[in-house]
């Protein structure tokens, strides 16, 4: 007996694993300090947590529609308005359970099988399996430390076929922090507009975690605006990861397959986790603003301490709250292990190992975001445990023999 080849093929999430052991690590006695997950430390915003309490006592515990409640939904929609300038009705967005959901609702309700999908690389673990598990093709176009780690016009004209459905955006990117200017997003769109039959996925969960001006998704311009469909959440800006509240805004007719997909294999979102998150959008975006001035001063603190480390190349993040530098001058060095044997570092995933070993801090390696010539560190934790976590990794860094 085994699991369907669909489940065989696919492979497990590297961020995950490697906060799995390290917690593991630290269960068992371990100083451990995790810098791998993608989760604010803050906790999530008072006024929210009150409007999840009242829906408990108002008896939100029935199902809601498919598609989320209709107040959640014109929340959002105000907020596409006031914020973005888009316009999208209520029923142009669905609501899903977290964002990760909401991303695979919308490469399953859309790409079939043998399809193929660019993914401008370093990217976010789970694109490239999501788009296998709906049987189409990923296309991987590597950027470039030099060039910012963002996809050029030029590439995405290079990469299109005939066979080409989809384009994944990240921005702020997950996992380098770079975020496309306005003047670079619509560069994007002129190729995009020249493939009507390409969509274009745009995540914008980092949204609000941007420290260089104003958010500017390709939905903004007018040309494109019915090929993309805006993936987006309350889980990073709003500190509700485990609320999992995601959501899609797109042309009807990608509202209407995701609906129809979501109503076969999950229903609705929690009901109560709309309602918390429908304050979170209503209510005083303050938290937001606190929030994102923390995420820039840690940003400060762990971009300055890992240009002291020898070996790492390091470049300021625009956005999100992830340091990837890149350490390909590391690999080649060694180090004699706990059961006295000499490790080479081979690549990124053997230098994260010997970080979780020598120093007990966790990072995700490269080769997770097809990358594997850098390292992902998560700066989504408290002051003192960042200056902790680079003091180690830089000791760590030193006893490495060359």
Request: one cysteine or more.
């Amino acid at each position: 007996m085994k699991a369907s080849d669909r489940i065989l093929n696919l492979q497990s999430s590297q961020s995950l694993q490697m906060a799995q052991r390290a917690a593991e690590l630290k269960a068992a006695g371990a100083d451990v300090i995790s810098l791998s997950l993608g989760e604010p430390d803050f906790f999530t915003p008072a006024h929210i947590k009150d409007a999840a309490k009242k829906a408990i006592d108002d008896n939100f515990s029935f199902y809601a529609p498919v598609p989320g409640y209709l107040s959640l939904r014109e929340a959002i929609s105000a907020k596409l308005s006031s914020e973005n300038g888009l316009d999208y009705t209520p029923n142009q967005i669905i609501v899903s359970t977290g964002g990760k959901q909401a991303i695979c609702n919308a490469i399953l309700a859309t790409v079939n099988k043998g399809d193929e999908v660019i993914i401008p690389t370093p990217a976010w673990v789970s694109y490239t399996e999501m788009v296998k598990l709906a049987e189409g093709v990923p296309v991987i176009v590597r950027t470039s430390y030099a060039a910012g780690f963002k996809l050029t016009a030029e590439q995405l004209e290079k990469a299109i076929t005939a066979r080409t459905r989809m384009l994944i955006l990240c921005s702020p990117s997950n996992p380098s922090g770079a975020v496309y200017s306005e003047p670079e997003i619509r560069a994007l769109a002129e190729v995009i507009n020249r493939h009507p039959e390409v969509l274009v996925l745009s995540d914008e969960i980092y949204e609000h975690i941007n420290y260089v001006g104003g958010h500017f998704s390709m939905a903004q311009v007018e040309e494109v605006r019915p090929q993309v469909i805006i993936a987006n959440g309350v889980s990073k800006a709003y500190a509700m990861t485990g609320w999992r509240i995601g959501w899609l805004a797109a042309e009807q007719w990608v509202v209407d397959a995701c609906k129809k997909l979501q109503g076969q294999y999950t229903t609705c979102a929690s009901t109560i986790a709309q309602k918390a998150a429908e304050a979170a959008y209503t209510g005083s975006q303050e938290c937001v603003a606190q929030m994102r001035e923390a995420f820039q001063r840690r940003r400060d603190i762990v971009l300055n301490l890992a240009k002291e480390i020898s070996g790492f190349e390091v470049s300021a993040p625009d956005g999100a709250f992830y340091l990837f530098p890149k350490v390909d001058s590391l690999f080649g060095t060694h180090y004699t292990d706990s059961q006295g044997v000499c490790v080479t570092i081979t690549d990124s995933s053997a230098l994260a190992d010997y970080l979780l070993e020598d120093a007990h801090v966790a990072a995700v390696a490269g080769t997770a975001f097809l990358m594997p010539e850098c390292i992902r560190f998560s700066y989504a934790t408290s002051e003192d445990k960042l200056r902790q976590a680079f003091a180690r990794i830089k000791d760590a860094i030193e006893k490495l023999e060359r």
